[in-house]
């Protein structure tokens, strides 16, 4: 169990958009908004706005380690958020990183599934990131995902969603972060799965806000609970705060007006409206 850190710094580990609304830069906004000095090391360079991917390129990996081993060898990190990860030699690059250096805490946000349902990566790369399931601490796949971790169809109810996530936790031995925002009705509940089948699973309760500014929302939430974990030593009180920071924040995208698609959440609005802005 990693002590608290007044301002820790996490290092985002991701792919980027140019649009800010996503990937490594809305990891950096979630990050200082959640208490946190942000660092990011670029795993692929995608050109997208909020209306979708239009391509990818993937430097090579020497370059990602040379990132990587900059970034270790001169600043502590207490915390460390990983999102889109490309391919099996982005991850195993990753992997062995994460093994020389053992951080604190690490969050993976395992980007598996576009929102139009294709599959980002092959078959040779998903085996790659369960492989690296087992070397973090968290996990925070959406509805999509988490099936297949677990080897199934999509979870239709909360039950069922609960269910993969026992399975996917059990058999990792990692904390998983159920996600509730791809299922139907008005409430939006979340929930930290323990590896342990008989230890009790924390429930966050939340209700659907009605908007089109959802761009960015899983990178956001996990570079938000990889921040307060690292300040608060504490799973269940980051993620209940993060949730509450996120719904604020999805609440004042609208305000934004960036992009014709699904526009992106307003990550300090909580922040403007303290300070009168």
Same mark, same amino acid.
């Given at each position: 169990?990693?002590?608290?850190?007044?301002?820790?710094?996490?290092?985002?580990?991701?792919?980027?958009?140019?649009?800010?609304?996503?990937?490594?830069?809305?990891? &950096?906004?979630?990050?200082?908004?959640?208490?946190?000095?942000?660092?990011?090391?670029?795993?692929?360079?995608?050109?997208?706005?909020?209306?979708?991917?239009?391509?990818?390129?993937?430097?090579?990996?020497?370059?990602?380690? =040379?990132?990587?081993?900059?970034?270790?060898?001169?600043?502590?990190?207490?915390?460390?958020?990983?999102?889109?990860?490309?391919?099996?030699?982005?991850?195993?690059?990753?992997?062995?990183?994460?093994?020389?250096?053992?951080?604190?805490?690490?969050? &993976?946000?395992?980007?598996?599934?576009?929102?139009?349902?294709?599959?980002?990566?092959?078959?040779?790369?998903?085996?790659?990131?369960?492989?690296?399931?087992?070397?973090?601490?968290?996990?925070?796949?959406?509805?999509? =995902?988490?099936?297949?971790?677990?080897?199934?169809?999509?979870?239709?109810?909360?039950?069922?969603?609960?269910?993969?996530?026992?399975?996917?936790? =059990?058999?990792?031995?990692?904390?998983?972060?159920?996600?509730?925002?791809?299922?139907?009705?008005?409430?939006?509940?979340?929930?930290?799965?323990?590896?342990?089948?008989?230890?009790?699973?924390? =429930?966050?309760?939340?209700?659907?806000?009605?908007?089109?500014?959802?761009?960015?929302?899983?990178?956001?939430?996990?570079?938000?609970?990889?921040?307060?974990?690292?300040?608060?030593?504490?799973?269940?009180?980051?993620?209940?705060?993060?949730?509450?920071?996120?719904?604020?924040?999805?609440?004042?995208?609208?305000?934004?007006?960036?992009?014709?698609?699904?526009?992106?959440?307003?990550?300090?609005?909580?922040?403007?409206?303290?300070?009168?802005?």
């Amino acid at each position: 169990m990693s002590a608290p850190v007044q301002v820790p710094r996490v290092l985002s580990i991701a792919g980027t958009d140019p649009t800010g609304g996503a990937g490594i830069q809305a990891d &950096l906004k979630s990050i200082a908004a959640n208490g946190g000095y942000g660092m990011a090391v670029v795993t692929a360079l995608v050109a997208q706005n909020t209306q979708g991917v239009r391509s990818v390129h993937v430097p090579p990996v020497a370059f990602l380690a =040379e990132q990587l081993e900059a970034v270790s060898d001169d600043v502590a990190i207490d915390a460390v958020k990983i999102g889109m990860l490309a391919g099996s030699a982005v991850i195993e690059t990753v992997a062995a990183w994460l093994d020389r250096v053992r951080p604190p805490v690490v969050v &993976l946000d395992p980007v598996m599934i576009a929102t139009s349902g294709d599959r980002l990566l092959d078959a040779e790369a998903e085996q790659a990131l369960r492989d690296l399931v087992p070397k973090v601490d968290l996990i925070t796949p959406n509805v999509p =995902e988490l099936a297949v971790l677990a080897g199934r169809p999509p979870a239709h109810t909360w039950e069922a969603a609960l269910g993969q996530a026992r399975d996917v936790a =059990e058999s990792t031995g990692v904390l998983v972060l159920a996600k509730g925002g791809h299922l139907d009705g008005e409430s939006v509940p979340d929930a930290l799965v323990p590896p342990d089948r008989d230890a009790p699973v924390a =429930e966050f309760h939340g209700t659907r806000i009605h908007t089109t500014n959802t761009h960015g929302t899983g990178c956001s939430l996990s570079s938000a609970v990889a921040t307060r974990r690292a300040r608060l030593g504490s799973w269940e009180l980051a993620t209940a705060q993060s949730k509450d920071w996120l719904a604020e924040s999805i609440a004042g995208g609208a305000d934004l007006h960036v992009g014709r698609g699904a526009g992106p959440v307003s990550h300090f609005a909580g922040l403007w409206d303290r300070a009168g802005t």
